[in-house]
């Protein structure tokens, strides 16, 4: 198993253009989380999938942003009408609930998306 | 609101000077805690959970401790290779999502 991958690893585009990132998840991992990290900053929660369901979103997760995980395996984050503003790290995590309720969430490599 | 403050924010080493990263929460529900160890354009990797005040977990030269409203990060005679940026991060009963904290920038130099 070889972890967390997402594609791409780094995304120039310019404002207003519509962006995609795709995560793998590790196999058999149920949970898929995103997240956005900025410079300097922790990561920030943007949404969670069980399986194909999208069970919790963010506030920060606006209009622009939606993310499907079809047949509950990859996941997509899609970004429409870009603004400098949503530069960032943008992280995929997934878990596997253990017993007892509590789990590990394991990250990937993340994106790094810079708007021009 | 649930709040996770990390302190210092930065912190210079000389290669085996010992010291320690704090995490203070507040948070309501607490179900367990993270410790990630990120290095620059990277993802956070997975060091430890902890689950109950008390309790301690070690991995090579890190050690972390759990109280009812903070965490500490002990690193012992750290290597230059210990260099990295350390997150907590809490998971609460109700929800699944992490509330990370600012993260402590840790420089050891040879």
């Known amino acids: 198993d070889t972890g967390v991958s997402q594609d791409p690893r780094h995304k120039i585009t310019k404002r207003g253009q519509n962006v995609t990132f795709r995560c793998d998840p590790i196999?058999?991992?149920?949970?898929l989380y995103w997240y956005r990290q900025t410079l300097g900053q922790g990561p920030e929660f943007l949404t969670y999938?069980?399986?194909?369901?999208?069970?919790?979103k963010s506030r920060l997760l606006s209009d622009r942003f939606s993310a499907e995980r079809p047949k509950g395996s990859f996941s997509t984050l899609e970004i429409q009408r870009t603004e400098q503003g949503d530069s960032a790290m943008y992280l995929c995590?997934?878990?596997?609930?253990?017993?007892?309720?509590?789990?590990?969430?394991?990250f990937g490599p993340g994106t790094r998306l810079t708007v021009t | 609101e649930d709040q996770v403050t990390q302190s210092p924010e930065a912190l210079r080493l000389q290669e085996g000077e010992s010291s320690s990263l704090n995490c203070s929460y507040t948070?309501?529900?607490?179900?367990?805690l993270f410790w990630y160890r990120q290095d620059p354009g990277k993802g956070p990797e997975f060091l430890f959970t902890?689950?109950?005040a008390g309790e301690e977990k070690e991995k090579e030269r890190l050690k972390a401790t759990l109280t009812k409203k903070e965490s500490f990060l002990h690193i012992t005679a750290p290597k230059p290779e210990d260099s990295a940026t350390y997150l907590c991060?809490?998971?609460?009963?109700?929800?699944?999502?992490?509330?990370f904290g600012g993260g402590t920038r840790v420089l050891v130099k040879p």
């Open positions: 902890l689950y109950s």
């Open positions: 991060a809490v998971f609460k009963a109700a929800g699944n999502k992490l509330t």
């Open positions: 948070v309501s529900g607490l179900r367990g």
């Open positions: 999938f069980q399986n194909e369901a999208q069970l919790e």
């Open positions: 196999s058999e991992h149920n949970r």
């Open positions: 995590a997934s878990s596997l609930p253990r017993q007892g309720g509590t789990y590990e969430q394991y």
